[in-house]
């Protein structure tokens, strides 16, 4: 009998797990991206040579970064979910990459707005925007292809086998977009290029890049943790728990 | 005994795709009448002067190429999977993965290989001025197996939809971005007398490691959708 | 939920000196939410059969297909001829689905060679296999002209070359006539009585009786 009831504690005890961590991930986001964005948008130095307009990359940087950050994330999962058939695993390919796909194009839109006052136009096709791009297009395609499959346990199987195809692809992507960029555009300086960054500028900077690590691992756990609802629907636990949230409003 | 080795598993499946195919040779047809289509409306939508026609040739033949790839791709490996051919072919006892292989080059001779012919024709279309014609036939042959066997990822992971067309599209097109690159740099430059050496040993080199490991990605997708 | 009878006087995992071909412990299965069996334990020895009887959808083919290895159970084993080797099980079983692998452009006879060369089995004579499963004088037709149960006995042409010892057949009788049947069940005895063993569904009771049956029910979808 334990041995039949052993996989299916797995979903509960991380779900429990999850439940413990979020409200400290939630409080402790929320504080740094406040304290970080309030900084970086009202108390940092204007720039010397774009004035008010750089403060965008409190935004726009830490987001691209973590749309990186969370492919990866994603591919790791699938790697385990894929070799160890762990079904948290499956599942945490589905929440992560609506964040992901999120993070991306928050940095491309941000990218766009930066791109107006710096060069003229919302749109230039910079090698970086290029391949942030391409990375959303990456992120749509895992997406579509879990969402166009009933069995969810199919779709995130195969979303995950995608998510590895894409992530051996990324650095390939990345380098061609990058070259590509500099056969067309010759010397072309791109404007993202920060040699050196003034503390007072780079503190809140570092700071925002903290809040958004926190704010992405939080809405992580809290997709993971209505994926395994999701998933374990028919499972008595899961029921007695939405009685009882019932219950509580 | 029963023992079946790696190639005659291969080539039984080459043989069989191949006699198949050539009952319905309409399909290996329909995507080249496509690329000749699609390759006419060019002129006819930027005007006809080699100027024009000439510096976008190999682009259009590269983009039309890839887009003819999609079709009919989900094919594949759709009838095997209707008619229980491809359970079978994942309970033989040699690895997946080459079962795998031998997809990807049957569907390379089928749709990759008379792109690769058809080529010429495309490039005197569009007025390709004649020092680009040999480095494009050269960047089709390097490209389109990665092609072939990006598809089949593409195609196993679709293969239980049913609805796979504009999907795999979707999963597959991101994937061709640094070959459409190379290979359309590579025409460029030879175009304008550079060296191309180093796209070609680059697409080459993308070739080799596709080739090595689209086949685990089939095998493990192919897994997932015999499920 | 389900039940496993034994004909045999003994308990068929007890006889001394018989060896088991697969046997499977814990055997559970989840598809799509839905619990079809769970915690099912059979051994398959050499020269029985295991019938696996049970209304639509009570999990038949999942169970067939997990024992054959296309599917991973939920929970449980599955151990086959004592060995993990799985190139080794591969050679030793022959799984036919309830579709048939017939590639409808092809003719019978392609089909068959085609088939064996996958299979690993030389064919002196598929002319004499082609009679023997009635489809003489039909090998040069493209199996989608035929009818389903000439398609069917298209598949069933592996039975009589194949070497493996394990054949694992979902309704196997599906679209075949009697005479079909009758057929079939003469080499699913000559099979048993070479000391391969056989496990198979089937909506048809057999009207062969083999020395060793098991019947394995399944129960259906509501309890």
Redesign the interface.
Known sequence: MW??L??YAKGEATYRLLGHWLPWLAISAALSLLVGIVWGLAFAPPDYQQGDSYRIIYIHVPAAIFSMGAYTGMAITALIALVW?IRTAEWAIAAIAPVGAVLTAVSLFTGAVWGKPMWGTWWEWDARLTSQLILLFLYLGVLALYYAF??KRTGAKAAGILALVGVVNVPIIHYSVYWWNTLHQGATITKFEKPSMATSMLIPLLICLLGFALFTAAMICWRLRHEILR?E??RPWVQQELIGQEKLN | ?????TW??IS??I??DW??AM??RSDILNPLLFVLMVVTLFPLAVGPGPDVLGRIAAGVIWVVALLSSLLGSERLFR?DY????L??L?????PLAVTALAKIIIHWLLSGLPLVILTPVCALLLKLPMDGWATLMLTLLLGTPILSALTAIGAALTVSLGRGGALLSLLLLPLFIPLIIFASAAVEGALVGAPILGQVLLLAGLMVLTLTLAPLAVAAAIRVS?? | MTSLDSVTSHPVAQQQGTEILLHAQ?L?STR???LLF??LELSIPASSVLYVAGPNGSGKSTLL?ML?????P??GTVSRFATDD??TW??Q?L?I??????????TAL?NLQ??A?????QIDDPWQLLETVGLLGLEDI?AQQLSAGQQRRIALTRLWYS??RLWILDEPFTALDQAGINLLQERFAEHCANGGALVLTSHQPLTWQPQQLQTLTLGGGHE
């Open positions: 041995r039949w052993h996989p058939q009933d069995d998933q629907l028919h | 005994m029963n023992n079946v080795t005659q598993v039984t499946i043989a069989r006699r198949v009952r319905r009838d209707l008619d229980g051919t359970e079978q994942v309970l033989l006892p040699t015999v499920n | 814990h559970s799509a939410n839905r769970r915690d297909r054959a290895g296309l599917y991973a939920s929970s799985n190139e591969q050679r079983t799984f689905g309830h579709k048939p692998a017939v590639k409808q452009a092809l392609d085609l088939q060369q996958l299979d690993g089995a493209p070497r493996a």
